[in-house]
């Protein structure tokens, strides 16, 4: 390890922060777009171009608000637990790759990720569920019952649905044969893996709405319910920093799903194009995960758009008794599909998506027999 | 195929909100853009003045004794052919309305003799204090038409002895 190799890494943490805390900005002034042209309406088309410079203006009418904390707040705690939050939204992109090329740098070869660890998916993992604890702090140093009920939600919620994705991580570690992120996405040129595996992609994007406490999964801050929930008692920049974890993770999981199942950096490549070929070279593996990103949080506001949140007991009942079965299934079934292309017939390999697009159906049946309002239920 | 059906309507909703991003916004972008206002809309009171430039208002005050919120103060004067602001005997001297007490009713409107108080068209009223709130003659009053003399006018005598003048029913 030399100096060169920390000042890299020091840099492009840096300036991937940097770009995070950008897109943060830009994702709220994005969602409020898409959600506006969803109801019909414009959006924000006031401040600047259309619109463009509103996350500015709300970034500075943040930081000009009062701080304001209760009396009877733990001091400590109530300043520790936005930063508490944030950290994890920020260092958990730092294994994901953005592209294969790396480009050079004042003499200095420069790969398109933070950090190549050999266990990327655990290290992923580990960060996602540090995250809650910033949340339960939040609840519990505001001193507010609701707050408090909000961070326990918070928890609650996370345990039950971590299981599921930690496990619908499984079946794409299977896959790939590594948990290497760079492996994982190289496993995906010969096809997605949400083409071999369309219910493990389906578990993934249900958990992760749940792990991010985005619709139709924000129990932990209902406004109706519990009056914003965890962070009812934050004001201004304090506020702005549980806001901004709360987008930067909707970014994270996004990147995160884009390596996972939909091939990260790998598309059509356009490095024998004329003339810019030489440059696309280089940026096409980031443009292709930017590009990905930004549909996955198309379909994250979308989904927001359009369900209502779901009943706590129900929210339970889905995590413990459908997806988790099911992942667990779905494991069985990679497994076995692997083993099977191994040692008999590679054909098998491709048994793995019939079969659990079969035990995704069961599982709707489960959903439907546990789940199904019951008409007389009452009577 | 029942058991589908959560799915199904998971997908219709998606559907539906797809759609509707689509359609065009009903957003109206406001200061740019006004809507029309429908022929009865009640806005801000204006008081009317006839084609000479009389005004109509002879400060009868029935508007103020028909005001729910108690929001219009009148004062009237003694009406001269030398000095003469509407026909008949007496003229509104004062007459102020609090547009922070008025609900927009239109009673005002149906209560004037003379249709000299009408709720027109404009709803762009902002104040930043309370006394702004209180709109005096000054601001309530029609502009002269053409052809007609601003108030005070001197007229000749006899002419102007009718207060009320002779009225049809209202179209609207």
Redesign the interface.
Known sequence: MTLGNILEWLIKGFVWVLILLGGFAYLTYYERRALARIQVRIGPNRAGPFGLLQPIADAIKLIFKEEFMPARADKLLFVLAPIVTLTPALVITAVIPFGNEPFSLFGRSINWYIADINVGVLYIMSIASIAVYGIVLAGWSSNNKYAMLGGLRSTAQMISYELALGLSFVTVILLAGSSRMIDIVEAQRTGWFMLLQPVGMVIFLIATLAEVNRAPFDMPEAEQELAAGYHSEYGGMKFALLFMAEYDKMIAICTIAAALFFGGYLGPDLSSLPVVGGFLKYVQGPMYMFLKVFILLFGMIWVRATLPRIRYDRLMAFGWKILLPLSLALIFVTACGILLAQEVNPLFRFGIPLVSLVAGFIALLGMYQTLRRKENARA | M??????IG?VK??W???R??F?????V?YPEHKKQVKPRFRGRHVLKRYENGLEKCIGCALCAAACPADAIFVESSENTDGTRFSPGERYASTYEINMLRCIYCGFCEDACPTEAIVLGDNYELSFTDRRQAIYPKEMLIDPVPVGGQSTPQKTEPGKFTRSVPEMKDPRD
């Open positions: 029942r058991v589908l059906e959560p799915f998971l909703g998606l539906v909100t797809l509707s991003m359609e065009k916004p009903v957003t972008q």
